[in-house]
């Protein structure tokens, strides 16, 4: 099965974070994303900009109304994401467990809907 | 009702849960696998009462209710129902002739007491898909509408499906919270057939031992597990006062006034094994403690004196652990035992504050007994009323009942 790891974190903290720690927080996505190659699990995965660069576009009657920032003004935002693919629940769980964003912030763990 | 329901009633009630667990494990559909299983026991029940009842009724049932599963399979095909598609036919065979389900109910109480499940659903999941129990029977169990929990017990078996949930017992690390989960669904279930004390529902009896029996397969696959052996002890306490918690005209009967002679002595004797063996680990529980407490009774009776220093002091241990009102009440009456019943009157006040309290029967009826043992003869009937208002089981009623009526006027002291 196919899931969506997305990984939420507070943007101000991330902002506010030494030099030395956003060093050894990159450090520990690069090792992560590796694991995850090796181990074959992993289809996709980026790190996203902060919301600050969102743009959120919608359609009402017809009109497109295009408004600057994320969709949900929340303290926590969406950072970046992976894609593996793991037998089952418990695995997608156990990789989620291993983010190093799972010790700042949140990992939402969401099945993909295969086509 | 007619020889062919009451064999297939019999058979759902001992192969359920061993049919749904083997067809769930290999598609991760349980609500698949029910509706499969429900067409077969309609299927069943329209042909069994004119070919005749099959030899291996429980694997004819799973012939049928595969080939359903099948078939549902064909009709909204995705990658991976194909797959397990294949492998049911691939095991149709040798289960047919086999004509034995290989027992796969622990696996699927693991599933539903995944971390992955709201807690308070887990319960009530595995009573209806391990037991077959319906919506509105466990509703009343845990109090809730029944409409309410039948959409909740939908909801999470379409969360077992859609999210992966994998139907593999839990590895090493995680066993021990994963199990603590399982125990407390399978001690819900005891508890739900432990209400119907007097065994006029064949249904609810078998419950508490079905309850006992899943506990059962947890040890012979755990054996090494302390709580799961004191839960099977704990149970297997109780259930050896059965016969003993009535009179013959469906009395009531306190702990203390049991006659012992009807105790069964084989499970109290295995109980005192297994809590034996659980303690060895050196690693008390929750369930272990509430034996431990049964275990204390029971030799207290056997010689004739109660030791209530011993079971003061595992409530004590056991309200550290869970901060239960109802543990602190059992030791609120404890206490009585060993200091008297003001100091245990006293500890009761304490609690008098938790609103959980303020409609528990047992709260009311412990205070009743403590305040007419002093004499507050006004208070204690207040409190039996509360408590007789409270009570569901006529034959509690009537024993509370009996004791407001004897509480006698208290001596004037003044004279």
Same mark, same amino acid.
């Given at each position: 099965?196919?899931?969506?790891?997305?990984?939420?974190?507070?943007?101000?903290?991330?902002?506010?974070?030494?030099?030395?720690?956003?060093?050894?927080?990159?450090?520990?996505?690069?090792?992560?994303?590796?694991?995850? $190659?090796?181990?074959?699990?992993?289809?996709?995965?980026?790190?996203? /900009?902060?919301?600050? %660069? *969102?743009?959120? &576009?919608?359609? =009402?009657?017809?009109?497109?109304?295009?408004?600057?920032?994320?969709?949900?003004?929340?303290?926590?935002?969406?950072?970046?994401?992976?894609?593996?693919? $793991?037998?089952?629940?418990?695995?997608?769980?156990?990789?989620?467990? /291993?983010?190093?964003? %799972? *010790?700042?912030? &949140?990992?939402? =763990?969401?099945?993909?809907?295969?086509? | 009702?007619?020889?062919?329901?009451?064999?297939?009633?019999?058979?759902?009630?001992?192969?359920?849960?061993?049919?749904?667990?083997?067809?769930?494990?290999?598609?991760?559909?349980?609500?698949?696998?029910?509706?499969?299983?429900?067409?077969?026991?309609?299927?069943?029940?329209?042909?069994?009462?004119?070919?005749?009842?099959?030899?291996?009724?429980?694997?004819?049932?799973?012939?049928?209710?595969?080939?359903?599963?099948?078939?549902?399979?064909?009709?909204?095909?995705?990658?991976?129902?194909?797959?397990?598609?294949?492998?049911?036919?691939?095991?149709?065979?040798?289960?047919?002739?086999?004509?034995?389900?290989?027992?796969?109910?622990?696996?699927?109480?693991?599933?539903?007491?995944?971390?992955?499940?709201?807690?308070?659903?887990?319960?009530?999941?595995?009573?209806?898909?391990?037991?077959?129990?319906?919506?509105?029977?466990?509703?009343?169990?845990?109090?809730?509408?029944?409409?309410?929990?039948?959409?909740?017990?939908?909801?999470?078996?379409?969360?077992?499906?859609?999210?992966?949930?994998?139907?593999?017992?839990?590895?090493?690390?995680?066993?021990?919270?994963?199990?603590?989960?399982?125990?407390?669904?399978?001690?819900?279930?005891?508890?739900?057939?432990?209400?119907?004390?007097?065994?006029?529902?064949?249904?609810?009896?078998?419950?508490?031992?079905?309850?006992?029996?899943?506990?059962?397969?947890v040890v012979a696959l755990l054996p090494h597990e302390p709580e799961a052996l004191g839960l099977l002890a704990l149970m297997l306490y109780a259930e050896a006062r059965r016969a003993a918690r009535r009179t013959a005209a469906g009395d009531y009967v306190p702990l203390d006034q049991q006659d012992v002679a009807a105790w069964n002595p084989l499970p109290i004797r295995e109980a005192e094994t297994l809590l034996r063996r659980a303690s060895d680990r050196a690693m008390p529980g929750r369930f272990q403690l509430e034996a431990a407490v049964q275990s204390a009774h029971v030799a207290g009776r056997a010689a004739g004196r109660t030791d209530w220093r011993a079971i003061s002091q595992l409530y004590a241990t056991l309200f550290a652990l869970t901060g239960s009102p109802v543990v602190a009440i059992n030791q609120a009456v404890a206490l009585a035992e060993t200091d008297g019943p003001a100091g245990g009157l006293a500890a009761l006040d304490a609690l008098a504050d938790d609103p959980r309290l303020a409609d528990y029967q047992p709260y009311w009826a412990?205070?009743?007994?403590?305040?007419?043992?002093?004499?507050?003869?006004?208070?204690?009937?207040?409190?039996?009323?509360?408590?007789?208002?409270?009570?569901?089981?006529?034959?509690?009623?009537?024993?509370?009942?009996?004791?407001?009526?004897?509480?006698?006027?208290?001596?004037?002291?003044?004279?």
């Amino acid at each position: 099965m196919q899931y969506m790891l997305m990984i939420y974190g507070n943007e101000a903290a991330m902002a506010s974070a030494s030099e030395a720690d956003v060093g050894q927080m990159m450090a520990a996505y690069g090792v992560y994303t590796q694991a995850m $190659v090796q181990a074959g699990v992993l289809k996709a995965g980026d790190r996203l /900009r902060p919301s600050s %660069a *969102a743009t959120t &576009v919608r359609s =009402v009657g017809g009109k497109t109304q295009v408004l600057d920032g994320p969709y949900a003004d929340t303290k926590e935002q969406l950072g970046g994401f992976y894609i593996v693919d $793991v037998p089952d629940l418990d695995a997608a769980l156990s990789w989620a467990e /291993r983010c190093p964003g %799972a *010790a700042h912030g &949140v990992i939402e =763990v969401r099945p993909i809907w295969t086509m | 009702m007619d020889d062919v329901t009451a064999t297939a009633e019999a058979v759902a009630r001992a192969s359920y849960g061993r049919l749904i667990a083997f067809m769930a494990t290999r598609t991760g559909d349980v609500a698949g696998a029910e509706d499969a299983l429900s067409e077969a026991f309609a299927t069943a029940l329209a042909a069994w009462p004119s070919d005749g009842v099959p030899a291996k009724p429980e694997a004819w049932l799973l012939t049928v209710a595969r080939r359903k599963l099948i078939d549902a399979a064909r009709r909204h095909r995705t990658g991976q129902d194909a797959a397990s598609h294949l492998r049911l036919i691939a095991e149709e065979r040798a289960a047919a002739e086999q004509g034995d389900v290989p027992d796969e109910r622990l696996t699927l109480m693991f599933v539903c007491a995944h971390p992955a499940i709201d807690p308070g659903v887990r319960a009530p999941l595995m009573l209806q898909t391990v037991l077959g129990l319906d919506a509105a029977t466990i509703a009343s169990a845990f109090l809730t509408a029944p409409a309410a929990m039948g959409q909740r017990l939908v909801r999470a078996k379409s969360r077992i499906k859609l999210a992966g949930i994998p139907f593999r017992q839990p590895g090493h690390a995680d066993l021990p919270e994963r199990l603590g989960a399982v125990l407390e669904a399978i001690y819900a279930a005891f508890s739900a057939g432990w209400m119907d004390p007097a065994g006029a529902d064949l249904r609810a009896r078998d419950l508490a031992r079905e309850a006992i029996w899943l506990c059962r397969v947890v040890v012979a696959l755990l054996p090494h597990e302390p709580e799961a052996l004191g839960l099977l002890a704990l149970m297997l306490y109780a259930e050896a006062r059965r016969a003993a918690r009535r009179t013959a005209a469906g009395d009531y009967v306190p702990l203390d006034q049991q006659d012992v002679a009807a105790w069964n002595p084989l499970p109290i004797r295995e109980a005192e094994t297994l809590l034996r063996r659980a303690s060895d680990r050196a690693m008390p529980g929750r369930f272990q403690l509430e034996a431990a407490v049964q275990s204390a009774h029971v030799a207290g009776r056997a010689a004739g004196r109660t030791d209530w220093r011993a079971i003061s002091q595992l409530y004590a241990t056991l309200f550290a652990l869970t901060g239960s009102p109802v543990v602190a009440i059992n030791q609120a009456v404890a206490l009585a035992e060993t200091d008297g019943p003001a100091g245990g009157l006293a500890a009761l006040d304490a609690l008098a504050d938790d609103p959980r309290l303020a409609d528990y029967q047992p709260y009311w009826a412990a205070r009743a007994g403590l305040q007419a043992r002093l004499g507050l003869v006004t208070e204690a009937e207040h409190a039996y009323q509360r408590a007789i208002g409270l009570e569901a089981d006529p034959a509690v009623r009537r024993f509370l009942q009996q004791r407001q009526a004897a509480l006698t006027p208290p001596r004037d002291s003044a004279r």
